[in-house]
């Protein structure tokens, strides 16, 4: 079993829906990474969270250190929100990664 | 903010030639970097830590003597590939960080290995 989940594997929306990606972990962790990866390969960092939660424009996310569980949510998905998200946790200073959830939005 | 650039951005070299990939902050001073190895379809894998100005830790399964880690500056490593083979090639991911969690990614280094 992986030490960080993500579901699901591979999404597909319509532009405009409300989208959400989970990953949980059974780790301990210091802080959670959301990011993005896109077909050409870099990555962006979305999201680095330890505790509750953070906006920047459409996109949400949460963790429940609780739980061991993070969302990521997309509101008013577009075709350019098509890429990976990959979750990664922060645990005895390395990042472990998710295994991605492939995310393609159609028009 | 935190822009971290990787050069050259494809390289195509025969093998047992070397290539040497550079990582480097732009906009800030990275005491850490981390070089990661992604195959199609699969997630990032870690191969080594550096800290300027001191030797790279290198992951298990990663052999030291091929993959050369150099972290000459706060703003500068260095990854090559000795003696390359076809089965290196694969995407190259460097990060830089400089502050505790934070890590910013380069655009990656694909490598092919002919």
């Known amino acids: 079993k992986n030490e960080v989940e993500q579901s699901p594997q591979n999404l597909t929306a319509q532009e405009g829906e409300f989208i959400t990606i989970n990953c949980s972990y059974s780790?301990?962790?210091?802080?959670l990474h959301w990011l993005q990866q896109h077909p050409g390969g870099g990555i962006v960092s979305l999201f680095m969270l330890s505790s509750g939660k953070k906006k920047h424009g459409r996109l949400i996310a949460t963790i429940n250190i609780q739980e061991k569980h993070s969302s990521l949510h997309i509101t008013a998905s577009h075709p350019r929100d098509s890429a990976v998200y990959i979750c990664a946790v922060y645990n005895t200073d390395k990042l472990i990664f998710g295994t991605g959830t492939r995310l393609q939005v159609f028009p | 903010g935190a822009v971290v650039s990787q050069h050259p951005s494809w390289v195509i070299c025969k093998s047992g030639t070397s290539v040497k990939i550079e990582c480097r902050s732009l906009?800030?001073?990275?005491?850490?970097m981390f070089w990661y190895r992604q195959f199609p379809k699969q997630s990032l894998m870690l191969m080594a830590t550096?800290?300027?100005?001191?030797?790279?830790?290198?992951e298990q399964g990663v052999e030291k003597d091929k993959f050369l880690i150099n972290h000459a500056s706060l703003t500068l490593s260095t990854l090559t590939v000795t003696s390359a083979h076809p089965e290196d090639s694969s995407f190259y991911i460097c990060s830089a960080s400089g502050a505790i969690y934070e890590q910013y990614f380069g655009p990656g280094t694909r490598l092919t290995v002919t």
């Open positions: 550096s800290n300027e100005g001191s030797k790279a830790t290198y």
């Open positions: 780790v301990g962790i210091s802080a």
């Open positions: 906009d800030f001073q990275a005491t850490t």
